[in-house]
């Protein structure tokens, strides 16, 4: 009897070891099962819609929201200071084409080229003409030009030659000794003071020999006022003229070209009184709205990409635990938004372009070019962004798709076509340069040769060089024929057969499916079924612990 007992005891024990065994199995595979699909439901909560996701959670697409928002206030703003951009440039022009007219004797808007003189009369008096009327500004000029003001002294005209320091040259007897270090001699003339022929011709340090003179030139300083912004409900910004009048000899061809270059300083005026009306102030009011919304747009947009970044190493965890294999870069990088990165260049952008603007109409800052150029090209962005909100419209997400699955063999072909179009550059600035005004620098030539190759200006390329010798003629034929064949007929027709390929494969839907989108394909959960209410994003986070002994149980 004990005997039995022992061996009832014994038989109890294995049983119940082998119901506690398979209930240990039955729960690390429904376990398993639950991880697996609360993780997949979890990823595709991640690549939902806005839409999707309001009605998956009832989440606010703030960020939706504030782009749009966006588009509006940045256009504004972006056109109020194109407005005040366009009046800056416009002074800026106007007052250099009356710099020329008053100071440039005989100018007549020379647009096909530069005022030139060629006799040492001319020279002479050219630079007579320019003093004088410089002396006589007051009594000349209808705008607001002034002479600049220091210590109480009004500052001089500078007449400065540029010439080698000694030279003799006989062209006669093919002979020549010069020293190629450069002196440079300098007068002074205030505004008051005239100036008569003889006294120029008489000065010791302006007696010019045209052998040696390299250059000439006249540096004035003028001040006004652009009072055309007063209307816009802006102050006005005072400016400095830094005007250079330079006499170029340095070909010693006989053709001495003349022309003005012109640096413009824009500062806030010392002394100014303006009813200042409220649009001052509502414009900067407006600016400070721009920047907040753009900080805002900037912070969820890196919380964004930040939790995309988190959930890709989540999800490489996954696969290498689970099923043992390696997550691919194509995969990681879908994690990483690339729309998220652009409004974030955008934001940046447009948050310190508003931020100069603000100094520029509270006259600490004069950086227009610097404002506009942020400004624009934030604006720009800000637009191109919202095709990511189109994209989730199959029928409009056609060109992003097309432009996704075609940028990487576009960027191979055109790797390849660029070395040949280099090649054609450099070869057609070297022989054609001295002969072709298209090809007379490396930044003419890629924009000439750009333009033969959209089909534009091609007849007066040719054209150029019908009356050359003989040999450059023949090549600039073979130089231009060959190019226009190999980029128009074969490039230009295989880069556009690579995107038409591209389009057809994904108007077809023969896009491939990576890993990740399989993955995720299989929840057939709809955002309507309210089982994404009560996905914990800190479930997963086991992965690295002891997910594979469950696993491993469950096989």
């Not at 009072?227 to 816009?232: A, D, F, M, P």
């Not at 300083?265 to 409220?278: P, T």
């Not at 997963?540 to 612990?545: A, D, I, T």
């Amino acid at each position: 009897e004990p005997v039995l007992e022992q061996n009832s005891s014994s038989c109890f024990s294995v049983v119940c070891f082998h119901v506690c065994a398979l209930s240990h199995q039955e729960f690390a595979s429904c376990f398993y099962t639950k991880t697996v699909e609360d993780f997949r439901r979890r990823l595709k909560y991640f690549f939902m819609n806005p839409c999707e996701k309001y009605r998956a959670r009832g989440r606010k697409p703030w960020k939706l929201t504030i782009q749009i928002l966006k588009i509006a206030i940045t256009t504004i703003q972006l056109v109020s200071f194109g407005l005040s951009n366009e009046m800056m440039v416009t002074f800026k022009d106007e007052n250099l084409m009356t710099f020329r007219n008053l100071f440039l004797k005989g100018y007549k808007d020379h647009r096909h080229g530069s005022l030139s003189l060629y006799t040492k009369r001319d020279v002479n008096e050219h630079i007579h003409y320019i003093i004088n009327r410089y002396t006589n500004l007051q009594n000349l000029t209808v705008g607001n030009l002034a002479y600049e003001l220091i210590n109480g002294d009004y500052t001089p005209l500078t007449l400065c030659q540029v010439f080698y320091r000694n030279s003799t040259i006989d062209p006669e007897n093919d002979t020549f000794d010069i020293d190629p270090h450069i002196d440079k001699d300098c007068i002074s003339i205030h505004p008051m003071q005239s100036l008569s022929n003889d006294t120029l011709a008489t000065h010791p340090n302006f007696s010019l020999d045209f052998r040696r003179l390299l250059s000439v030139n006249i540096y004035l300083t003028l001040k006004t006022i652009n009072l055309q912004t007063v209307r816009h409900h802006e102050l006005p910004d005072c400016y400095d003229f830094h005007i250079v009048i330079v006499f170029d000899n340095r070909a010693h061809s006989g053709k001495i070209k003349v022309d003005i270059e012109n640096d413009v300083r824009i500062y806030e005026c010392s002394d100014w009184n303006v009813e200042a009306g409220k649009n001052d102030y509502l414009l900067l009011s407006f600016d400070s709205v721009v920047f907040l919304a753009c900080f805002a747009s900037l912070i969820l947009c890196i919380r964004s990409v930040v939790h995309g970044i988190q959930l890709q190493f989540e999800f490489s965890i996954f696969f290498s635990a689970y099923y043992n294999k390696t997550v691919s870069w194509s995969d990681r990088m879908e994690f990483v938004n690339g729309w998220y990165i652009l409004i974030i260049v955008s934001d940046i952008m447009t948050i310190t372009g508003s931020v100069l603007k603000i100094g520029i109409q509270t006259k600490f800052l004069t950086n227009y070019d610097v404002c506009s150029i942020l400004l624009g090209t934030a604006t720009m962005l800000v637009w191109v962004g919202v095709i990511r909100y189109l994209s989730f419209f199959k029928k409009y997400n056609i060109l992003i798709l097309t432009l996704r699955a075609a940028l990487p063999n576009v960027f191979r072909f055109c790797v390849c076509a660029a070395i040949i179009y280099l090649g054609y550059c450099f070869c057609g600035w070297i022989v054609l340069g001295p002969y072709h005004d298209k090809f007379r620098t490396l930044a003419k030539v890629t924009e000439c040769l750009f333009s033969l190759l959209n089909g534009d200006d091609m007849f007066s390329t040719f054209l150029r060089m019908r009356d050359k010798t003989y040999m450059v003629w023949l090549f600039s034929r073979l130089y231009l024929y060959s190019f226009i064949s190999i980029f128009i007929y074969m490039v230009l027709s295989l880069f556009i057969a690579l995107i038409t390929d591209t389009y057809e494969t994904i108007k077809k839907d023969k896009e491939p499916v990576s890993q990740l989108q399989a993955f995720i394909a299989e929840c057939i959960d709809q955002p309507e079924s309210g089982r994404y209410q009560n996905t914990d994003e800190s479930t997963c986070c086991m992965f690295s612990s002891d997910v594979s002994d469950i696993s491993g149980e469950k096989h």
